[in-house]
């Protein structure tokens, strides 16, 4: 069984910089891809960034582009989501998530297999 378990989250002031963690246990992925999304309260949960397993190739939702950075330790088993230059509209709950077969580019929520339970991210102005 896998669980993926997110970490790092929490209240930063705008402008500032918070890293999210999510450590996968259960199984090692050697294909596949890892991603990152978000849910603001009332509205759709959205891609952020994702990133390919065994490649290390990494793709961002323009939005995010240039601020935040996906990336994975394969010894730890963990996936990373360094946020800077925090905006209030950054505030949401923040999601790791595993696809099986994925290339790191899929945005939509319901092709991945695996889910974190989420963590806050609140930035204030």
């Known amino acids: 069984q896998v669980q993926l378990v997110e970490s790092g989250g929490g209240l930063v002031q705008a402008g500032g910089s918070l890293r999210l963690s999510c450590a996968v246990s259960g199984r090692t992925f050697s294909r596949g891809s890892m991603g990152w999304f978000r849910q603001a309260s009332g509205k759709e949960r959205e891609w952020l960034a994702g990133?390919?397993?065994?490649?290390?190739?990494?793709y961002y939702e323009d939005s995010v582009k240039g601020r935040f950075t996906i990336s994975r330790d394969i010894a730890k088993n963990m996936v990373y989501l360094q946020m800077n230059s925090l905006k209030v509209e950054d505030t949401a709950v923040y999601y790791c998530?595993?696809?099986?077969?994925?290339?790191?580019?899929?945005?939509?929520?319901?092709?991945?297999?695996?889910w974190g339970q989420g963590t806050q991210v609140t930035v204030s102005s």
């Open positions: 990133i390919n397993w065994s490649i290390d190739a990494t």
């Open positions: 998530a595993g696809h099986s077969a994925g290339w790191g580019w899929e945005a939509r929520p319901n092709e991945y297999d695996y």
